[in-house]
């Protein structure tokens, strides 16, 4: 079986600032590996993900993630913050079939 | 990219009633869509897997009868709660599968159901 973990349930971070969302996964399979993000009132959109090849990824929005094989993460990390980046953020996990199995979340919220 | 249209946004029932939620791939065929139940503050939960033309498929503990789902051309799939109630209340989540491989899943932007 496969599961997700956000350690952090929200992150305050201050604008300009780095940011780290943390997620760690177990699995018995090889894996996909996704982030999502989430505004108030309105569904998810994908920020990035992990198939296979280079174990940093980038994505939209200045953010990025690196695969982590031997420690099962894939943390979410962004040099500079706005406050427009304030929002929940999931990370997910598919073995390749229709399912996907998703974090808690983590609510990062950006101050001025 | 592709979008996926899910209607209405917002809806306000009172308990007893039906609602239908709508969730359409306006610029691909989506022979797979999923529904997703979140509540407050926590994960996405999948409720089941709606296969064009055929019946869906529910994952363990979904009442079958409480959310009928429909999957009737390849661009639409319907949720229908049924006999509504308070404890139905969440946010609903569609998304749709472009292709045969599932890196490829693009999601509606929710229903919020509030029930009364």
């Known amino acids: 079986a496969q599961s997700v973990t956000q350690l952090d349930s929200q992150v305050p971070v201050f604008e300009e600032a780095p940011v780290e969302l943390r997620c760690n996964y177990s699995?018995?399979?090889?894996?996909?590996l996704f982030w999502y993000v989430q505004y108030p009132n309105q569904g998810l959109q994908l920020l990035l993900k992990?198939?296979?090849?280079?174990?940093l990824v980038k994505g939209i929005n200045g953010f990025e993630a690196e695969f982590n094989k031997s420690q099962t993460s894939f943390h979410l990390r962004k040099p500079s913050v706005h406050i427009s980046d304030t929002a929940e953020y999931f990370c997910a996990v598919s073995d390749g079939t229709y399912k996907y199995i998703f974090g808690t979340g983590t609510r990062l919220k950006v101050l001025a | 990219g592709a979008v996926v249209s899910q209607h209405p946004s917002r809806v306000i029932c009172k308990s007893g009633t039906s609602v239908k939620i709508e969730c359409r791939s306006l610029d691909f065929q989506a022979t797979t869509m999923f529904w997703y139940r979140q509540f407050p503050k926590q994960s996405l939960m999948l409720m089941a897997t709606?296969?064009?033309?055929?019946?869906?498929?529910?994952e363990q503990g979904v009442e079958k009868d409480k959310f009928l789902i429909n999957h009737a051309s390849l661009t639409l799939s319907t949720l229908t709660v049924t006999s509504a109630h308070p404890e139905d209340s969440s946010f609903y989540i569609c998304s749709a599968r472009r292709g045969a491989t599932n890196e490829k899943l693009f999601f509606g932007s929710g229903t919020q159901l509030s029930v009364l």
């Open positions: 709606s296969n064009e033309g055929s019946k869906a498929t529910y």
């Open positions: 992990y198939l296979s090849g280079s174990t």
């Open positions: 699995s018995s399979v090889s894996v996909y």
